[in-house]
């Protein structure tokens, strides 16, 4: 489904707004990526909305314990749309805040890595979810592109483990047979049941303390904690700036609430 047309008097109260702000937090979500081609999770037309099964496979538990969540995990995963997605207008309009010398943090709920591909700073971005284009195993920690991974998949396994050398307790890695870990592997993503980094968070809060407003684009706000940020810039006093499709958790504390296309209102937002 397409969003209307945003009101250009509101978006040109929005871009007063954002255009007097010499330090701003930005907070994206999935809609900053729906024009590229990768889909969110709620919407009329989510992952989850057209099939519910997905949450289970999104949820730590049922990964970890059952093997055909993780077959079924790899299988989407070989036709995900992030492996081809470019970035939309939106994420370069963010590099571009960047370049003139006024953002202080981008805070992103995505983990298809278009911030960092459309020439975000990495010291900038917070990914608070993590990235799809790392895994992670889950016994010895050790890391690498999924792609990686997925051609393993493609040549057949249905759930790849990790084959990382481990030093052996039967003494075979002493006669030069290298023992793999064999742990589970999982994309570098937050799932249901799994915590988010604590230091990401913080940095996030920190972020908003220390800037003077806060713009959320392409978020639905309902996800905690990481929207808790929102109302704890209305707290500190900090401007709001909410840009999405569709009405979000956070709405009433916004200064301006722009209802658009998001590749089309954030570049004039922004110019």
């Not at 929005?14 to 255009?19: E, N, S, T």
């Not at 993590?130 to 759930?159: I, K, N, S, Y």
């Not at 890695?173 to 915590?195: P, Y």
Request: charged content about 20%; hydrophobic content about 40%; aromatic content about 2%.
């Amino acid at each position: 489904m397409t969003s209307e047309a945003a009101d250009p008097d509101v978006v040109a109260s929005a871009a007063a707004l954002v255009g007097t702000a010499a330090s701003v937090v930005v907070l994206t979500g999935a809609g900053i990526s729906t024009d590229a081609g990768i889909p969110d999770f709620r919407g009329p037309n989510g992952v989850w909305t057209r099939n519910p099964g997905a949450e289970r496979m999104a949820t730590l538990r049922n990964y970890l314990e059952e093997a055909d969540v993780r077959r079924a995990a790899w299988r989407s995963r070989l036709d995900s749309p992030v492996w081809g997605a470019v970035p939309t207008p939106a994420h370069y309009a963010l590099v571009e805040l960047e370049r003139s010398g006024r953002l202080h943090t981008l805070v992103t709920q995505n983990t298809d890595g278009l911030h960092g591909l459309a020439g975000s700073s990495p010291e900038r971005v917070v990914e608070v979810h993590g990235t799809a284009h790392v895994c992670v195993c889950w016994t010895c920690g050790h890391r690498q592109p999924t792609l990686r991974v997925l051609e393993r998949v493609r040549a057949g396994e249905e759930d790849p483990r990790c084959r990382r050398p481990t030093a052996s307790v039967n003494g075979a890695s002493r006669r030069g047979d290298a023992e793999l870990c064999g742990g589970i592997l999982k994309t570098a993503t937050v799932s249901f049941g799994q915590s988010l980094d604590p230091d990401d968070i913080e940095r996030a809060q920190m972020a908003v303390a220390s800037a003077q407003l806060l713009l959320a684009v392409g978020t639905t706000l309902e996800v905690q904690p990481i929207a808790g940020i929102v109302p704890l810039a209305r707290h500190l006093s900090k401007a709001v700036v909410i840009v999405n499709g569709s009405p979000t958790a956070c709405d009433d504390l916004a200064d301006v609430v722009v209802r658009g296309p998001i590749s089309d209102v954030l570049p004039r937002l922004l110019g």
